[in-house]
T-cell receptor, first 113, second 113 residues
């Protein structure tokens, strides 16, 4: 069965600095998708970034980028120029072509002014 | 921009009562999902639904749960006899193709007293 692990329950970063959130996953499939979701205190799930496993190029979305290491089954999120609004719970998630999304336990990110 | 909507935003019920959580997926989407997040825990898959039938369900989705698409727009989750441990945030999601991104609704917070 697929699993997603986030080894950092909590992280903090100074405003304007860069932070990296870690994620590893386990799967025997070759075709899948990886996501980072942000969950602010409102508890809505907001998609931050998405990576297709067949793409070698790391995905980027403005200040958010990933380091996707397929062989190592690692998928970390880098947030550059951190802002106060980035404070939230961040979930790493996996989805195979068989459709359900599997979430990691989450990392709570605090941004220090 | 089209979005998934869910009603109510917060539902309080007595143990043993039936509840129906409602979702309106994005209009051209064909695949529908329910997830649940117990407070402080990770998001868990409950069920996926396509072509008017369940395509996959988790072990959480027991006989107390049912899903339905009663008309062309709504997608509902019914919990027949609620238990205290059903208290959670329930997220609906939809996608247009099975391999495409799932869009999440804002969630319904269910509190069972």
């Amino acid at each position: 069965a697929q699993t997603v692990t986030q080894s950092q329950p909590e992280m903090s970063v100074q405003e304007a600095e860069t932070v990296t959130l870690s994620c590893t996953y386990d799967t025997s499939e070759s075709d899948y998708y990886l996501f980072w979701y942000k969950q602010p205190p409102s508890r809505q799930m907001i998609l931050v970034i998405r990576q297709e496993a067949y793409k070698q190029q790391n995905a980027t979305e403005n200040r958010f980028s990933v380091n996707f290491q397929k062989a190592a089954k690692s998928f970390s999120l880098k947030i550059s120029d951190s802002q106060l609004g980035d404070a939230a719970m961040y979930f790493c998630a996996y989805r195979s072509a068989r459709d359900k999304v599997i979430f990691g336990p989450g990392t709570s990110l605090s941004v220090i002014p | 921009e089209p979005e998934v909507t869910q009603t109510p935003s917060h539902q309080v019920t007595q143990m043993g009562q039936e509840v129906i959580l409602r979702c309106v997926p994005i209009s051209n989407h064909l695949y529908f999902y329910w997830y649940r997040q117990i407070l402080g825990q990770k998001v868990e898959f409950l069920v996926s639904f396509y072509n008017n039938e369940i395509s996959e369900k988790s072990e959480i989705f027991d006989d107390q749960f049912s899903v339905e698409r009663p008309d062309g727009s709504n997608f509902t989750l019914k919990i027949r006899s609620t238990k205290l441990e059903d208290s959670a945030m329930y997220f609906c999601a939809s996608s247009d193709l099975r391999d495409n991104e799932q869009f999440f609704g804002p969630g319904t917070r269910l509190t069972v007293l």
